[in-house]
C-alpha cells in the first residue's frame, strides 16, 4: 500500500464535549501539533472537551524524541486551572498502539488521561460520551476522512 503525505482534520462537537481528529497518510509528530494549533485558535475550542484520536488510518511515523517533545508542547500550553480530561486514540495495527502506549505512559503531569481503544465504542466510553450519540461521532470521523481524500 502506498501512503500519501499526511492529511489530519478535526471536527468540535460542542454539544458533546468533544473533540475529533483523524489523520490518514503518513503522520509525524509535527502534523498532530499543527492540528492542536488549529483547534485552539478554533471559536468553538474549551480546554475541558474530550477528545477521540483517530490513529486508524494512519502510519505514524515518530520515536521516542518525538513524545517528548510532543509532551513538552502539552506541557508549555497548560494553563491555571486546566481540568482533567479523557483523551481517547483509535488504533488499529501494533505500530500505531506501540506508539500510543508510549504517550500514555509518558503522560504524568498532563491536563488529559489517555487510553488506547481499537474500538469506537470502548473509545466513547472512556471520553463519557453515551452510545446513543455514537452516530454524530462515527459522522465526524467520516467527515474527516473524506475530507482528507481531496
Known amino acids: 500500500m502506498i501512503m ?7 471536527e468540535i462537537i460542542p454539544e458533546l464535549g468533544l473533540i ?3 489523520y ?10 499543527r492540528v492542536r494549533e488549529k483547534f485552539n485558535d478554533d471559536e468553538n475550542y474549551s480546554s475541558s472537551f ?3 484520536t483517530d490513529f486508524r488510518n494512519t502510519r505514524l511515523k515518530m520515536n521516542h524524541d518525538d ?9 508549555d500550553k497548560m494553563v491555571d486551572g486546566d481540568i482533567i ?3 481517547a486514540i483509535l488504533t488499529s495495527t501494533p505500530n500505531e498502539t506501540a506508539i500510543s502506549y508510549l504517550l500514555r ?14 474500538t469506537v465504542e470502548a473509545a466513547l466510553r472512556w471520553i463519557k460520551v453515551p ?14 476522512l473524506i475530507k482528507s481524500s481531496y
Request: glycine share 4%; proline share 2%.
Open 105 to 118: 505512559i509518558k503522560q504524568n503531569g498532563l491536563p488529559f488521561l489517555i487510553e488506547v481503544y481499537s
Open 67 to 75: 513524545i517528548m517533545s510532543f509532551i513538552k508542547y502539552s506541557r
Open 131 to 144: 452510545q446513543d450519540k455514537k452516530y454524530i461521532v462515527e459522522a465526524a470521523l467520516e467527515r474527516s
Open 85 to 87: 480530561r479523557h483523551s
Open 24 to 33: 490518514t497518510g503518513i503522520t509525524n509528530i509535527s502534523d498532530v501539533i
Open 4 to 10: 500519501k503525505a499526511s492529511f489530519a482534520n478535526y
Open 50 to 52: 474530550n477528545r477521540l
Open 20 to 22: 475529533t481528529e483523524s
